[in-house]
């Protein structure tokens, strides 16, 4: 594959820019916001649970925060609240860093590592790993970690991916010859929901809710999109130039496919939330 510019934001190397401008990164957090589906729920999951916190002087620790597209508008709406950020990618580190300095963000912190062997000082409120758990080496260790971190009477929000169902041929097509965010960072495995639940049961935290992403008009939404995406970031310059025009023209379709898709209940989807608690003993 192709190492240009274009993909090596899917490698968390920001473009120097973002460190000119860190400002610029909000123009990221809304793109992400209109382009994956599975952000809908996990805000909405996220700004329950901050309104359940009866203190505002709350600790929120992202684990796996990436660009800190959920914990620095968090920090914005609570600046009395804890924010950690937690992340393996010294690029995410280093751009995190240079946002508190500009903004600034005095009630963030960033810590450099994985979920496995960070150690937070304060445990959490609410905890959140979002998109991280198939990529770590041990996934056992990964999660009874989380719940290491979660405070007695405070709450985990996790998203993981599931099930990994295709429906277009040219998705997958795309995949094998291009590769995605996924093969990039080297997943480690594909699960099935009961494989998630039993893993959270086996840290000792309850199970609240579950909730399932990407039916299939979510799914058909996702591979319309990223189909062209991943040809946008990988392919030749011809290839870029009608992904990027095939992937505008059908945008507003995708829109729709996700709002369908969000007002729809499932029971089952290729992306899985789960509100999991530590009980007070």
């Known amino acids: 594959m192709p190492d240009n510019k274009l993909r090596s934001l899917q490698t968390h ?3 120097r820019i973002f460190f000119k401008y860190p400002g610029l990164i909000r123009i990221a957090y809304g793109i992400h916001y209109l382009n994956q589906l599975r952000k809908w729920y996990v805000v909405g999951k996220l700004n329950q649970l ?14 796996g925060c990436g660009e800190g597209q959920y914990m620095f508008p968090l920090a914005a709406r609570f600046p009395q609240a804890k924010i950690i950020g937690i992340d393996k990618s010294a690029g995410n580190i280093d751009f995190a860093n ?33 998109g991280v758990l198939h990529f770590v080496d041990d996934d056992r260790r990964a999660m009874h970690a989380l719940a290491s971190m979660v405070k007695p009477g405070g709450a985990l929000l996790l998203e993981v991916p599931v099930n990994g169902k295709i429906i277009f041929p040219l998705y997958r097509w795309a995949l094998n010859k291009y590769g995605n965010y996924d093969t990039i960072n080297a997943r480690k495995r594909t699960y099935l929901p009961a ?24 799914k058909l939404g996702h591979e319309l999109y990223n189909t062209s995406l991943v040809i946008l970031l990988n392919g030749n310059t011809f290839e870029r130039i009608v992904s990027g025009i095939v992937i505008n023209l059908l945008y507003p379709l995708t829109l729709i496919l996700y ?9 089952d989807g290729n992306c899985m939330i789960i509100v999991a608690e530590k009980e007070i003993v």
């Open 50 to 63: 901050a309104g359940r916190v009866k203190s505002s002087h709350f600790t929120f620790i992202d684990a």
């Open 13 to 15: 190397d920001f473009p």
């Open 98 to 130: 240079e946002y508190i300095r500009r903004k600034p963000f005095p009630n963030v912190s960033m810590i450099q590592g994985t979920i496995e062997e960070a150690s937070p000082v304060d445990a959490g409120d609410i905890v959140m790993c979002i």
């Open 259 to 267: 709002t369908l898709d969000y007002c729809i209940k499932h029971k």
């Open 195 to 218: 494989e998630v639940s039993a893993l959270v049961a086996q840290s000792g935290l309850k199970v609240r809710t579950v909730t399932y992403a990407y039916g299939t008009l979510g």
